[in-house]
């Protein structure tokens, strides 16, 4: 997993209106991404299988929350039954129970 960077919300976009994930992913603008990159609170991360492919990204909220409540608000994934949420939320929690 990555920083999402500006370059990438073709891809987001493209991502979260594919028809497996629309039904089940709230649709963001770009400036809604944009956003979501600069804000503080929050962590917007680019998914990527072995070879460095964009296969999904993750939405992170929560990081300034005093208690470290960390929020997982949307794992959306491209290419399905690979097991790539399934490893991006396993790295998510070693991230952040190892701080």
Not at 40 to 51: F, G, P, R, V, Y
Not at 68 to 94: F, P
Request: a negative charge; aromatic letters at 8%.
């Amino acid at each position: 997993m990555r920083k999402t960077e500006a370059n990438d919300l073709a891809f987001v976009i493209e991502t979260e209106s594919d028809d497996g994930n629309s039904p089940f992913v709230g649709q963001w603008s770009i400036n809604q991404h944009l956003d979501a990159l600069q804000y503080e609170d929050m962590m917007h991360l680019i998914i990527e299988d072995n070879q460095n492919n964009r296969v999904g990204y993750v939405l992170l909220t929560g990081l300034l929350n005093p208690n470290k409540a960390v929020c997982v608000m949307r794992i959306t994934i491209k290419i399905k039954g690979q097991g790539y949420g399934k490893e991006c939320l396993t790295r998510v929690l070693v991230m952040f129970m190892n701080q």
